[in-house]
């Protein structure tokens, strides 16, 4: 008959799977056995058992620091929105989508229009809060399938998934207008929103350096030429 050998190790380094091998193991040679489990085998199997609970607790908690990591390194901590490595992993996640199943999808660039002088003007607290109302208001235009993030400095942009080309440039100059309609009130002054958009399509044999070059190129080829797409 195999002898029960209590395992060396903590919670931390014992895998679950282990866990349930050395209690059926345990609970096996007992059965063998034909004896009743005695106090001290009682004590053992209480100790493995301690071991599972305590060993499940640790990975939920390693679980949660890690989706707590995960999302403090891809969200901008001003406007909660996606940063850029937030956006730049949904994009490829989005051409992967274009590659499998032929999905199609945009990426949308957006520069804020004369930002330096609100921060000149008002102070960088007021920047600060123009930069979140502009989060509120794009986050208000889109779908929950599509993300918007903030890039840095005053880009922002949105990946607008199930989009056509033709379609996604309708709703980037809806966007566009509810921006550039908007205005920011801050104190006693109220500051308008101008706002530059470059639109690029995302399909199969596309890489992703690709995309974000014909968004940012388009986005600024359209401040130079009044927003025309």
């Known amino acids: 008959m195999n002898h029960f050998t209590f395992p060396q190790k903590t919670p ?6 282990e866990i349930n091998k050395l209690t059926n193991e345990l609970l096996m040679n007992f059965k063998v056995s034909g004896k009743n489990l005695s106090t001290k085998s009682w004590d ?9 609970v305590e060993a499940e607790q640790t990975i939920a908690e390693q679980s ?3 989706e707590t990591l ?5 969200t901008d901590p001003l406007t909660g929105l996606l940063n850029r490595r937030g956006l730049m992993e949904e994009l490829s996640h989005a051409i992967a989508n274009a590659e499998r199943h032929n999905e199609p999808a945009l990426l949308i660039y957006i520069d804020l229009d004369g930002f330096k002088a609100v921060n000149d003007t008002y102070g960088h607290a007021v920047g600060d809060a123009k930069l979140k109302f502009v989060a509120k208001t794009l986050l208000s235009t889109i779908r929950q399938t599509d993300y918007a993030a903030r890039l840095g400095g005053d880009e922002f942009a949105l990946l607008l998934s199930h989009s056509e080309l033709e379609g996604g440039k309708q709703r980037a100059r809806f966007i566009q207008q509810q921006l550039n309609f908007s205005r920011f009130k801050s104190k006693n002054w109220l500051i308008p929103i101008r706002a530059s958009f470059g639109v690029a399509e995302i399909k199969a044999g596309m890489k992703l350096d690709e995309i974000v070059q014909i968004a940012d190129s388009k986005m600024y080829r359209n401040k130079s030429i009044r927003n025309k797409y």
């Open 64 to 66: 949660a620091r890690i």
């Open 70 to 74: 995960k999302v403090m390194t891809t």
């Open 12 to 17: 931390d380094t014992l895998p679950a799977n």
């Open 44 to 52: 053992i199997l209480a100790e493995i058992l301690d071991f599972v």
